[in-house]
């Protein structure tokens, strides 16, 4: 396996000829493909498929080497404020621009991405539990199948990204744009959404039990057989917000305001309404 794996690198890096830098990087870049391939291994996939999965996960090789010294001009410059190339590839794929990105499959674990650009990218079925995104744009990310427990999203760009069938327990989205955000079937226990935008935010099938909608303004999000056990509404304002078969009996909506349409569908899910405006 590590001649498939070294034969990777060389046709990822065929492009840019013999670089000052080539035998340093290919060799970093082959023992962390390595250690991918072997956890892969691990979890029980076949040969075939932690091959895949491991050069998935390498992203844009652009990126890594807008970070390095290429050019035989650069030959005799300084690394770069005299990082190691681990620092130096560590630091390419936090800061670069990731737009395309693959990382399904992938081990992240405690990651800090925060602040990084990662629009479109693909972390289906991926881990990265306790990992820190914030403030990062994930417009239109694929996170479907993964592990996220304790990750924070804070005041992400996550419009249109994709959660579907996740883990994510006790997840940070405070202040996030979850416009169009589809967390469906998925696992959201401790969760928290202060002051995130929810506007076409889909919950469906989900697990929102305990979670705060506290004062947020909600239009257009779909909470259909969600199960809403505990969960609170206080003081919210609900537009156009879909419960079809929600297990709304236990919510708490105390001085929410709401639409006619959004009453009658927690109505007929047998919702206690006491305190409730309807406008």
């Known amino acids: 396996m590590d001649d498939k794996l070294q034969n990777f690198l060389t046709n990822a890096f065929a492009p840019?000829?013999?670089?000052?830098?080539?035998?340093?990087?290919?060799?970093?870049?082959?023992?962390?493909?390595?250690?991918?391939?072997?956890?892969?291994?691990?979890?029980?996939?076949?040969?075939?498929?932690?091959?895949?999965?491991?050069?998935?996960?390498?992203?844009?090789?652009?990126?890594?080497?807008?970070?390095?010294?290429?050019?035989?001009?650069?030959?005799?410059?300084?690394?770069?404020?005299?990082?190691?190339?681990?620092?130096?590839?560590?630091?390419?794929?936090?800061?670069?621009?990731?737009?395309?990105s693959k990382f399904s499959s992938s081990e992240l674990k405690e990651s800090d991405l925060s602040g990084t650009d990662l629009e479109d990218a693909d972390f289906s079925f991926s881990s990265m539990a306790s990992s820190n995104l914030e403030r990062s744009n994930l417009s239109g990310a694929k996170f479907r199948a993964s592990e996220l427990r304790r990750s924070s999203f804070a005041g992400a760009d996550l419009t249109n990204a994709n959660f579907s069938a996740s883990d994510l327990s006790d997840v940070n989205f405070a202040g996030a744009n979850l416009t169009g955000t589809k967390f469906a079937g998925s696992a959201l226990k401790g969760a928290k959404f202060a002051d995130a935008n929810l506007t076409g935010t889909n919950f469906s099938h989900s697990d929102l039990t305990g979670v705060s909608f506290d004062h947020q303004t909600l239009e257009g999000t779909m909470f259909n057989s969600s199960s809403l056990k505990n969960a609170t509404f206080h003081g919210a304002i609900l537009h156009d917000v879909n419960f079809h078969h929600a297990d709304a009996k236990h919510t708490s909506f105390d001085g929410a305001t709401m639409d006619k349409v959004t009453y009658a569908l927690l109505k007929g899910a047998k919702a206690k309404l006491d305190g409730v405006t309807v406008a």
């Open 16 to 100: 840019y000829g013999d670089f000052p830098a080539r035998t340093d990087v290919t060799r970093e870049l082959l023992a962390n493909l390595r250690d991918k391939f072997a956890d892969l291994k691990e979890q029980g996939m076949s040969d075939a498929e932690a091959y895949q999965a491991t050069i998935n996960s390498f992203g844009d090789v652009s990126e890594i080497m807008e970070q390095v010294p290429h050019a035989k001009a650069d030959a005799s410059a300084e690394p770069q404020g005299h990082k190691s190339i681990h620092q130096v590839i560590k630091d390419a794929m936090k800061m670069a621009k990731l737009s395309t």
